[in-house]
Structures are given as structure tokens and as C-alpha cells.
């Protein structure tokens, strides 16, 4: 069982002018994988996510699911949580169970495990704005996991949190990820976070997104956060950076006017 | 301190009235004094006739609001929903909202006859674009990324206008109730006022042709608690309905 994600292309009209945010992107996933990416930001990371959900179309390319029975569960978690304001806790973990037409009880009963999975089991009935943005996003990883996606597309889901909360929620998500092994794309900035969690790490390039280069984190499975003290790490980071270098420099320099 | 502020000035106030009017510095016709207008309307209140003219105003009003603004709920949820019919209806309600909807009771009146339905009529419609414009914008200003989780956890028709669009707009959907009901309750004083035998417009309307200001003042009050306390159920409604509203 696979996605592969055949020559992509995206872009977007504004008013300014159309903004290509995709360019021939190419790569394949396989069942079981948990694959990172990286790259400058606005390179189309978020885009390839969505397209991958169907919540867009591409312009052209294809993207094929092989193997599964019928088109795979794909869910996303999103940047900043996302979870509804008008539900407590245990409704918004429960929406996609709700929305695949699983009954009251057994949902809250499933959400509820969850919830305690994540030691936030005393928060089901709390509302989201109760809650501290790392307890969110927990919420918001939980929503996603409850409903046993085969494909778990998450975007940024850390970035909104401070540095110590990120390492348990990064944990947490490598304990999460080992009980189903979902393939799962998972988008960052950060290259530390995508070596220590992915099995191969894509690494885009900047706008319009292509796959440059791909890397393979030099750890085994499973693993825990120790995997950051590996000195081969430091080398895949800095390997990974140099890909990266040029393409950030340029963003975030001042636009030279060209004729 | 300051709590006791406003009641104390509402107090000298009447206090000065009272004193002015009893004096004779001004016309007792015209400005009849509170103590007058407490007694009258402690006689009001005691009387068949008031209570069968509020019930009267109360059964236009509810009746108004509920189908006026029913149908503005239910066409600011679709509209919301489907770019086509908000694109279609947009000019439409752009154009008709600004009228001011007693400038069309001629018409109602044409269209459905002297009567109870024509006075009902009005009040839905002046209730109507409020709920209406409101819900529109309730739904419009649902967080995108909503939208995008509505979609990608499989959320349509029902089940997304239950779990989604309905929470979602009903902040703004609350605030287009309080003015609906304000509206509406402007609009079916108005029109007891020109066409009504009963109802509290109605007994404005001919204390003023007998000159019984003392009533006049009275049924003011009436009203006047009336806007109060609808404005008031509406708050608890708000806070019950909006548990989750301490932060978006």
C-alpha cells in the first residue's frame, strides 16, 4: 500500500498576479512510513498536504492511492488546533467518529480513551479556551488519531508551542504513531523535530515547491527523543541545512528588482 | 458607589419633575407628574382592557419575530452555505433592507386586508432582514480553517449545518435576534398606532386624541419595560446558549 504523488503542480490567483506554489512535486509513501517534510517557508508544504486530503485539486499530476480497499482515511491535523469553540474537548475529539456515523456512546467512549491516552481525560468536558495551547493541540493530535486514519497528514502541529512542550508532545506523538503505524506526512520547519520523527525526510525546495533531496534520519525504530544525543544527527541537520541555506537566504532578503 | 448612581439621578430627576409640575412652572397637561402617571397606571393595571391590549401587542410581536425571524434564520443559513443563492440574493436584500418597512404597510395592506395578517406581515418583515443579514454574516465569519476540518472529517448537509454552520453563526445569529425583537416591537407600535382598535399602540393613540396624557405617559412605561425585559431574556438566552463564549 502506497501514495505516490506524481509530477504536482499548484498555483494560486491573487490579486497581485497567480503565485505558483507547487512545480512538478514527485515522491512516494508507503504504509507504515512516517515521512517529514521540510523547506523554506511557503514552499507549498501546506498546499501538498491539502491536495494530498482533497481538500484541493491539483492543476496537474496525480496523486494515487495503491492498495487500499477504497480511497484510504486521510486526516489532517492543522497549525494552531483548529478545534471547534462551541464543543468541549471530548465533542471535538469525537467530531470525525460523529462524522463517520459512529453512535453517542461508543464515540464518547472512544474519544474519552483517547483523551486518557494523552492524560487529558479531566478535560473532556471542558471548552477549548479553557485549555493551554499545548492541552489544545493534544486535543487537536487526539481528533485526528481517534479515527484510525490510513493516512495521517499533519501540518506544523507543534509550531505554535513553546520549545519544552514540543519535546513531551513529540514523544508522545512517536508512542501514538508506534501503536498503528499510520503513514503519516508530517510538515515542519524545524529539522531537528523532522530527523528525530520521520523515517526519510523530503526536503523541499523554496517557492514553487519541488522535492530536492531526500534524507534518511540514521536512527532505529523505535525510538524516543534520545535519538537527539545521536552525533550523527548533527550531521544529517547539517547536511539537511545546506540544502535549505540558499533558498531561506534568498526569502528572507529583500526582493532585487529585475527587468 | 457608582452602582447607586444611575437609580439616585433617575430619582432627582422625578423628584424635580414632580415638583415643577406641581408648582405649575410647567404644564401639568403636557407633563403630567409621576405621581400622577404611577397612579394611572396602577389603575391600568388593574383593568381588562390593558391586559387584553398588551396581550394583543405581544401576540404581533412574538408572532412577528418568530415568523419573520425564522424564515431570516433559515435564508441566512443557506445563503451562507451556497455561493450561488448568495449571489443571486445578495442585490436583492441590499435593496429592500434600507426601506423602511412601515412605508410598505399600504401595500400589505392591499395585498392582505385590514386585519390581524397584515399587521403580523409587517412585523416579520421589519424582523426578517436583521436575522437575515446577521446569520448571513454569522456564518461568513467562520474561522476558514473550520470549514477545511468541517471537510476533511467527512462533514456535509445535516451534520455540518447541526455541528458547524448552526455554532458557529450563532453568536451573530443572537445579536440579529435582540435587534429583530427591537425592531420589531418599534414597528408593531407604529402600526397599532394607525390601524389597531387593541393594543398598546393603539392606547397611546387615543389618549393622545382624548388628551390623557396620564395614560399617555403610563403606556410609555409599559412599553418602555417591555424593550427592557425582552433585552434582558435575550442576555440569559446569550449566556446559556454560549458556554463557550469567554474566548474565541
Redesign the interface.
Known amino acids: 500500500m502506497h501514495l505516490s504523488v506524481f509530477h504536482i503542480t499548484k498555483a494560486f490567483i491573487s490579486p497581485r498576479g497567480t503565485i505558483s506554489a507547487l512545480a512538478d512535486v514527485t515522491f512516494t509513501a508507503f504504509q507504515g512510513e512516517f515521512v517529514a517534510l521540510v523547506g523554506p517557508s511557503g514552499c507549498g508544504k501546506s498546499t501538498l498536504l491539502?491536495l494530498v486530503?482533497g481538500?484541493l485539486a491539483p492543476d496537474s499530476g496525480q496523486i494515487d492511492f495503491t492498495g487500499w480497499p477504497q480511497p484510504p482515511k486521510?486526516?489532517?491535523v492543522?497549525q494552531?488546533h483548529?478545534l471547534?469553540?462551541?464543543?468541549t474537548v471530548a465533542d471535538n475529539v469525537a467530531?470525525?467518529l460523529?462524522?463517520?456515523g459512529i453512535d453517542r456512546t461508543d464515540r464518547r467512549q472512544r474519544a474519552i480513551a483517547q483523551l486518557e491516552s494523552m492524560g487529558l481525560a479531566g478535560f473532556a468536558d471542558h471548552?477549548?479556551?479553557?485549555l493551554s495551547g499545548g492541552m489544545k493541540q493534544r486535543a487537536a493530535i487526539a481528533?485526528a488519531f481517534v479515527?484510525q486514519p490510513d493516512i495521517l497528514l499533519m501540518d506544523e502541529p507543534l509550531r505554535a508551542l513553546d520549545a519544552q512542550t514540543r519535546l513531551v508532545i513529540q514523544e508522545e506523538l512517536l508512542s501514538l504513531w508506534e501503536r498503528r503505524r499510520p503513514l503519516v506526512l508530517y510538515v515542519t520547519h524545524d529539522i531537528e523535530e523532522a530527523l528525530l520523527l520521520a523515517d526519510r525526510v523530503l526536503v523541499m525546495s523554496g517557492r514553487p515547491g519541488q522535492v530536492r533531496a531526500e534524507v534518511t534520519p540514521p536512527l532505529g525504530r523505535p525510538r524516543d527523543l534520545t535519538g537527539r544525543a545521536h552525533p550523527e544527527i548533527e550531521e544529517s541537520k547539517w547536511q539537511i541545512w545546506k540544502l535549505l541555506e540558499e533558498d531561506v537566504r534568498r526569502q528572507i532578503q529583500p526582493q532585487r528588482v529585475t527587468s | 458607589m457608582e452602582r447607586w448612581l444611575p437609580p439616585a439621578l433617575l430619582l432627582a430627576g422625578l423628584a424635580l419633575w414632580e415638583v415643577a409640575a406641581r408648582a405649575g412652572w410647567i404644564s401639568a397637561l403636557f407633563f403630567p407628574p409621576p405621581s400622577a402617571i404611577t397612579l394611572t397606571l396602577l389603575r391600568m393595571l388593574g383593568s381588562v382592557d390593558f391586559w387584553a391590549g398588551l396581550g394583543s401587542t405581544l401576540m404581533r410581536l412574538t408572532a412577528g419575530v418568530l415568523i419573520g425571524g425564522g424564515a431570516g434564520l433559515l435564508l441566512g443559513w443557506l445563503m451562507g452555505v451556497s455561493r450561488p443563492l448568495r449571489v443571486a440574493l445578495a442585490p436583492l436584500v441590499a435593496a429592500l433592507h434600507p426601506l423602511p418597512k412601515l412605508a410598505l404597510f399600504p401595500i400589505v395592506l392591499v395585498i392582505l386586508g385590514i386585519g390581524e395578517s397584515s399587521k403580523v406581515a409587517l412585523v416579520a418583515l421589519t424582523a426578517f432582514f436583521p436575522m437575515l443579514l446577521n446569520t448571513l454574516a454569522g456564518v461568513q465569519q467562520i474561522?476558514p480553517?473550520?470549514w477545511?476540518?468541517a471537510?476533511?472529517?467527512?462533514?456535509t448537509g445535516g451534520?455540518l449545518l447541526r455541528?458547524?454552520v448552526l455554532?458557529?453563526s450563532?453568536p451573530m445569529t443572537l445579536t440579529g435576534l435582540r435587534l429583530a425583537v427591537n425592531g420589531a416591537l418599534v414597528v408593531t407600535i407604529a402600526i397599532e398606532m394607525l390601524s389597531a382598535r387593541q393594543g398598546l399602540g393603539a392606547t397611546i393613540w387615543l389618549a393622545w386624541q382624548t388628551l390623557r396624557t396620564e395614560d399617555l405617559y403610563a403606556t410609555l412605561v409599559v412599553i418602555g419595560g417591555l424593550g427592557l425585559a425582552s433585552n434582558q431574556l435575550l442576555e440569559s438566552a446569550t449566556r446559556l446558549l454560549?458556554?463557550?463564549k469567554?474566548?474565541?
Open positions: 491539502r486530503a481538500l486521510r486526516r489532517l492543522f494552531d483548529a471547534f469553540p462551541w464543543m467530531f470525525g460523529e462524522m463517520d471548552y477549548p479556551h479553557e481528533r479515527t | 474561522d480553517t473550520h477545511e476540518v471537510a476533511n472529517y467527512g462533514a451534520k455541528r458547524v455554532p458557529g450563532l454560549l458556554p463557550w469567554g474566548k474565541p
